[in-house]
């Protein structure tokens, strides 16, 4: 079974920090995305990956960034956590040619 | 620009019989779609999927219809259980972009009565 980890349930941060969401997926896939979810608005790419050190802007990519320094990693960083990032995140990781990504349980974070 | 759409927010089912989720999508280019369910405190599960080159797709309870001239596709559900009641998301992708990238819809809240 996919295993895809998210290394906080529940974050609490101040406005202007920088915010760190980690995944680790232990089945060797190639791909990995963030999302976030909001209420009425679904869940909405922010940042995907293909390999290691590669990345690609989703829909939504502003006021964050990723880093994905080895396979099983993928890093969510928040430049300057503002109260409009308060969301919950998902990470999800698939294999090549279009397989269902598998999603972690999700990271609820809030900025104060 | 909501490219795929759930106009439902919620449904509410009676145990034992059929749950209708419907999606709509705008995108002519999506070939592949996906249905998946989602607890609260959880992470979306993988459900069933659809290439765009048939129209049915059955797994078990759950069976996803397409429909490409109407740009619409459901996931139907018989019969249907308490356990169901969660949150149903649609995503469609264009498969020979190579992106793999999903869009998703906003969601529907199905809710099965006991």
């Known amino acids: 079974d996919v295993k895809v980890t998210q290394s906080s349930r529940y974050l609490v941060k101040r406005t202007g920090e920088k915010v760190f969401l980690e995944c680790v997926q232990d089945m060797d896939h190639e791909n990995m995305f963030w999302y976030r979810q909001d209420p009425g608005l679904g869940l909405r790419l922010i940042y995907f990956s293909y390999d290691v050190k590669m990345k690609e802007k989703g829909d939504i990519p502003e006021g964050y960034s990723v880093s994905r320094e080895k396979k099983e990693r993928f890093s969510l960083i928040l430049e300057s956590a503002s109260t409009n990032q308060t969301s919950m995140y998902l990470c999800a990781s698939s294999l090549p040619n279009n397989q269902p990504q598998h999603f972690g349980d999700g990271t609820r974070l809030s900025i104060l | 620009d909501q490219q795929v759409k759930q106009n439902s927010p919620s449904l509410s089912v009676q145990e034992g019989r059929i749950s209708i989720l419907n999606c709509d999508y705008t995108?002519?280019?999506?070939?592949?779609f996906l249905w998946y369910k989602k607890y609260p405190a959880e992470g979306p599960t993988f459900l069933i999927s659809?290439?765009?080159?048939?129209d049915k797709n059955e797994d078990g309870r759950f069976t996803v219809f397409l429909n490409k001239s109407a740009k619409h596709l459901s996931l139907h559900i018989v019969p249907s259980q308490p356990g169901d009641s969660a949150v149903y998301f649609c995503?469609?992708?264009?498969?020979?972009?190579?992106?793999?990238?999903?869009?998703f819809g906003t969601g529907t809240r199905l809710k099965v009565l006991a």
């Open positions: 995108n002519s280019m999506f070939d592949y």
């Open positions: 995503a469609a992708s264009e498969d020979q972009s190579g992106t793999y990238k999903y869009i």
């Open positions: 659809i290439s765009s080159i048939k």
